[in-house]
């Protein structure tokens, strides 16, 4: 028997809160799931600095990416199985593309590819196509299977129903994690009727649609969306965490820099101060060692970066203020002056940070914003733009919600305002 075909002698089945169980009948996804890059994701958060707002929110990539596979499976053989349109001989390759679609992800990306200029997407095609223990496995199964499942990640694979299971607007990619971090964060928003969901998908030559029956449990999908994103996603004190992230790194890559002797010299992250850094290395990260960096750092001469790391560590975190980029851009010049005459680096300790999320739209193929829109199968079977019959829909379409934040260390303004009056006015200035 052919490798791709080889199914195991007893199924085996993750125990999963979300989905209940995950079932692995396929040889070649045990495999994946065992290969050390794969296992590595178990030592990335899926949610970052989430955990220091929602403390149960310590769920990593690896349970997302389980669940993501999971739910691709139900579709291909409960949804769509013997149905013409869909052709079997993709679908082992759209189950692999699911479990392996963040496999790039490094230690906190958002704030590790800032500092480094990564892409996270780069490198699961790097680790896909490179000399890894995941590429071997697929390899096994055809000389150019690496390269199919690397590009229904990369949305180039010509069968564009495979891809839009993975990347569109209605998902598997944002069905499991809309559900799993509301689940694990605990807020009562992010949860809606995806067996619904699943049972009303069809697939078309395209894209998968939705039978028109299944509106209003699409409509509950992209409120939850919505929700999550302002909820969860954006909320300004884990944007604070985040903000001090980055600093730290920002720090550490300076004082390298500058020729900075560290008291536990940051060796894992040499290669990417100075842009040497081969995929190995890359691999070799997880948050376990920037944590441990962070945790010694505290006791570095430097008394930037020993702060940061203290503030990270044991939760300090940096106070924010509502502000408009468009009408208070003096503003922040005033500020920065007034932060350099007390003494505290502006560069660290004023950072201004925006978030901005388009919760659906419905924009063409082309245009500024290319993103397929989702579509209903009406009963005559045409196909209709979902916000076209939705009124709940078309009232949040193509609305961008922009929210700008100034981060700053208020404790030390607060400790320091009766020595020195300048911290008082800076106080003032910012929190009005
Ligand atoms: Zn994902």
């Given at each position: 028997?052919?490798?791709?075909?080889?199914?195991?002698?007893?199924?085996?089945?993750?125990?999963?809160?979300?989905?209940?169980?995950?079932?692995?009948?396929?040889?070649?996804?045990?495999?994946?799931?065992?290969?050390?890059e794969?296992?590595?994701?178990?030592?990335?958060?899926?949610?970052?600095?989430?955990?220091?707002?929602?403390?149960?929110?310590?769920?990593?990539?690896?349970?997302?990416?389980?669940?993501?596979?999971?739910?691709?499976?139900?579709?291909?053989?409960?949804?769509?199985?013997?149905?013409?349109?869909?052709?079997?001989?993709?679908?082992?390759?759209?189950?692999?593309?699911?479990?392996l679609?963040?496999l790039g992800?490094?230690?906190?990306?958002?704030?590790?590819?800032?500092?480094?200029?990564?892409?996270?997407?780069?490198?699961t095609q790097a680790i896909l196509l490179g000399?890894t223990?995941v590429n071997?496995?697929l390899?096994?199964?055809?000389?150019?299977?690496p390269q199919?499942v690397a590009?229904?990640i990369?949305?180039?694979?010509?069968?564009?129903?495979?891809?839009?299971?993975?990347?569109?607007?209605?998902?598997?990619?944002?069905?499991?994690?809309?559900?799993?971090?509301?689940?694990?964060?605990?807020?009562?928003?992010?949860?809606?009727?995806?067996?619904?969901?699943?049972?009303?998908?069809?697939?078309?030559?395209?894209?998968?649609?939705?039978?028109?029956?299944?509106?209003?449990?699409?409509?509950?999908?992209?409120?939850?969306?919505?929700?999550?994103?302002?909820?969860?996603?954006?909320?300004?004190?884990?944007?604070?965490?985040?903000?001090?992230?980055?600093?730290?790194?920002?720090?550490?890559?300076?004082?390298?820099?500058?020729?900075?002797?560290?008291?536990?010299?940051?060796?894992?992250?040499?290669?990417?101060?100075?842009?040497?850094?081969?995929?190995?290395?890359?691999?070799?990260?997880?948050?376990?060692?920037?944590?441990?960096?962070?945790?010694?750092?505290?006791?570095?001469?430097?008394?930037?970066?020993?702060?940061?790391?203290?503030?990270?560590?044991?939760?300090?975190?940096?106070?924010?203020?509502?502000?408009?980029?468009?009408?208070?851009?003096?503003?922040?010049?005033?500020?920065?002056?007034?932060?350099?005459?007390?003494?505290?680096?502006?560069?660290?300790?004023?950072?201004?940070?925006?978030?901005?999320?388009?919760?659906?739209?419905?924009?063409?193929?082309?245009?500024?914003?290319?993103?397929?829109?989702?579509?209903?199968?009406?009963?005559?079977?045409?196909?209709?733009?979902?916000?076209?019959?939705?009124?709940?829909?078309?009232?949040?379409?193509?609305?961008?919600?922009?929210?700008?934040?100034?981060?700053?260390?208020?404790?030390?303004?607060?400790?320091?305002?009766?020595?020195?009056?300048?911290?008082?006015?800076?106080?003032?200035?910012?929190?009005?």
């Amino acid at each position: 028997m052919e490798y791709k075909d080889e199914k195991l002698v007893e199924e085996k089945v993750f125990k999963d809160p979300v989905h209940r169980y995950i079932h692995v009948r396929d040889k070649v996804i045990w495999d994946v799931i065992g290969t050390s890059e794969f296992q590595r994701l178990r030592r990335i958060k899926q949610l970052g600095t989430t955990y220091l707002v929602f403390h149960g929110a310590e769920h990593s990539r690896f349970h997302h990416s389980l669940g993501v596979y999971e739910i691709v499976r139900r579709i291909i053989d409960d949804g769509f199985s013997g149905r013409p349109e869909w052709n079997n001989e993709e679908r082992l390759v759209t189950m692999c593309a699911a479990l392996l679609h963040d496999l790039g992800h490094g230690p906190f990306s958002h704030a590790f590819e800032k500092v480094f200029d990564l892409d996270h997407e780069q490198f699961t095609q790097a680790i896909l196509l490179g000399d890894t223990e995941v590429n071997a496995v697929l390899r096994r199964v055809a000389p150019d299977f690496p390269q199919k499942v690397a590009d229904i990640i990369g949305k180039t694979y010509p069968d564009k129903l495979v891809v839009s299971l993975i990347s569109s607007q209605i998902d598997a990619d944002r069905m499991d994690y809309l559900q799993r971090d509301a689940y694990f964060t605990g807020v009562s928003y992010g949860h809606f009727d995806m067996e619904r969901i699943l049972r009303v998908m069809r697939p078309t030559e395209e894209q998968a649609v939705i039978k028109y029956s299944g509106m209003h449990a699409v409509e509950d999908y992209i409120m939850s969306r919505y929700q999550m994103y302002w909820q969860v996603y954006f909320h300004p004190v884990s944007r604070s965490a985040e903000v001090i992230l980055t600093k730290i790194l920002h720090r550490a890559k300076q004082l390298h820099a500058s020729g900075y002797i560290f008291k536990q010299e940051p060796v894992h992250f040499h290669s990417f101060f100075d842009k040497t850094f081969v995929l190995e290395d890359y691999i070799a990260l997880d948050e376990n060692i920037l944590m441990t960096y962070f945790q010694v750092w505290m006791k570095e001469e430097d008394a930037i970066l020993s702060d940061l790391c203290y503030r990270f560590i044991n939760r300090r975190l940096f106070q924010y203020a509502e502000f408009d980029p468009a009408t208070e851009y003096r503003k922040i010049g005033e500020l920065e002056q007034l932060f350099k005459e007390a003494g505290i680096d502006p560069a660290y300790y004023l950072v201004t940070d925006s978030s901005s999320d388009l919760p659906y739209d419905f924009y063409g193929p082309g245009e500024e914003n290319e993103r397929l829109p989702i579509y209903l199968q009406m009963k005559n079977g045409d196909l209709s733009e979902l916000s076209r019959s939705s009124d709940v829909v078309d009232a949040i379409s193509g609305k961008r919600r922009t929210d700008h934040k100034i981060y700053f260390p208020e404790d030390v303004l607060e400790a320091g305002k009766a020595k020195n009056p300048l911290y008082g006015r800076i106080l003032h200035m910012l929190k009005g």
